[in-house]
């Protein structure tokens, strides 16, 4: 009986000395396991998506255009997008959580970049050029002063400054509260315009639903300039179903990132504003409706099917093309542009909207097409139907972006937490007329 019970404490001590072993080895491995649940791909495409806008950054520190990053990559080098930087600035936040770059680099990169865009970057009334030259801050190709774009930069800034704290946070409250936002309203529509240029002055109006919900937000809550928020209520919201489905209020072109970009970082599920609309559901019904399209018509056209969706403005075999969508568009279907081009952007950045169908496409992607994946992750497109097939050799900042951004935020909403607390973001969801459902 002695020597049964010498045997179970000697097997109990072995196998105690062997989980010890096994704790140790894993406290020492480099990997951060965040969630053994989420798909390897997930992390992979985060990782890449994260060190484009780490590298692609200006990082002279002597230079006018520091912590500028670029609209593309490896082309066109010289450019920065405004939107580009909002991303990035977010990005640098969520690289910093995870530890992906040290702290303390991070805040500085942000804290800097903050002070190029204060003191160095063209802009009017606040708002900043589209793209601008990265080693100088001042405007390119003649571009359009842009109301989206800043924006975009603003709710980068916003998360950086809430989750950095200190001066971070200061910066971003500066660059927020001098952005004249009553400057760029029509007020004879009570719309906002779309772009400004010396040359020719504003141009356009934001008279369709499309991405700028973060405008009217971000508008009504300044303290400085604020906008009426009758404005969110005065565009024109029309609807309109995919074969038969459910209706939902569509955007011009049906292009699927309209659908996603202002989610990135207002949190509005289980919200609805005045007159009743749950525009999360609405982003849903948009992309189920553009992934049923890509299917219905996977024998039209070589690179589309269940595992291959997300039809959006990208990079084609002819060059960029805003107008790539899925109907419907317009108000005859006839504004979308498809021609078998598919940018992985488009499901990853429907991830919180679609999330097993997001997670089998991007797998597919990954495990059948080689010539898609690069330094940066995911390149912008693809098609199949030309030959020989089309694989774009750049990626383009705004759809590594919402691909980052959407990915943690389904993986830990780790931008919604943060973003959402701040309060002129707070105010300006309650202003325009939300409420929980």
Request: net charge neutral.
């Amino acid at each position: 009986m002695r020597k049964r019970w010498l045997i179970i404490i000697s097997t109990f001590l072995s196998l105690a000395i062997a989980f010890s072993v096994i704790f140790l080895f894993s406290l020492n491995s480099k990997q951060i396991v965040y969630n053994p649940k989420d798909p390897p791909i997930l992390e992979l495409e985060s990782r890449k998506s994260f060190n484009f806008f780490w590298k692609e950054a200006n990082t002279d520190k002597n230079s006018k255009g520091y912590g500028l990053i670029r609209d593309r990559a490896p082309g066109n080098p010289e450019i920065s997008s405004i939107a580009s930087v909002g991303f990035g600035l977010t990005a640098i936040a969520i690289g910093a959580e995870r530890k992906w770059v040290p702290y303390d680099e991070a805040y500085e990169r942000v804290s800097r970049t903050l002070d190029t865009l204060l003191n160095n970057v063209s802009q009017e009334n606040g708002f900043f050029y589209h793209f601008v030259n990265i080693d100088t801050g001042r405007r390119a190709w003649n571009s359009e002063i842009s109301i989206i774009d800043t924006s975009i930069l603003l709710c980068g800034a916003i998360t950086a400054g809430e989750y950095f704290g200190g001066e971070i946070k200061d910066k971003a409250e500066q660059l927020y509260k001098r952005v004249n936002w009553q400057w760029f309203v029509d007020p004879n529509k009570n719309q906002f315009y779309m772009a400004y240029t010396p040359e020719k002055g504003f141009a356009g109006h934001w008279d369709f639903y499309a991405e700028q919900l973060m405008m009217y937000f971000l508008s009504v809550a300044s303290p400085t300039y604020p906008t009426n928020p009758q404005m969110f209520y005065d565009f024109q919201r029309h609807f309109a179903a995919y074969d038969g489905g459910k209706r939902f209020i569509h955007s011009w072109f049906g292009s699927i990132f309209t659908y996603q970009f202002s989610f990135a970082w207002f949190d509005l599920r289980n919200m609805v504003d005045k007159k009743g609309v749950d525009w999360w559901e609405n982003s849903i019904i948009a992309i189920e409706s553009n992934r049923k399209f890509c299917i219905d018509n996977k024998n039209k056209f070589k690179t589309f099917g269940e595992n291959s969706w997300g039809v959006t403005a990208c990079d084609g075999p002819k060059g960029y093309n805003g107008k790539y969508g899925a109907p419907p568009s317009g108000y005859d279907n006839t504004q979308h542009y498809v021609d078998g081009t598919v940018p992985p952007s488009g499901a990853a950045g429907s991830i919180v909207f679609l999330p097993k169908e997001s997670i089998a496409t991007l797998e597919y992607y990954y495990k059948n097409f080689p010539q898609l994946w690069g330094e940066y992750g995911f390149k912008d497109a693809y098609n199949l139907d030309v030959s020989p097939p089309w694989f774009d050799k750049d990626v383009i900042g705004i759809d590594k972006g919402i691909s980052l951004l959407m990915i943690e935020n389904y993986r830990t909403g780790f931008v919604w937490k943060y973003f959402m607390k701040n309060q002129y973001v707070q105010k300006g969801i309650k202003e325009v007329g939300f409420r929980e459902k």
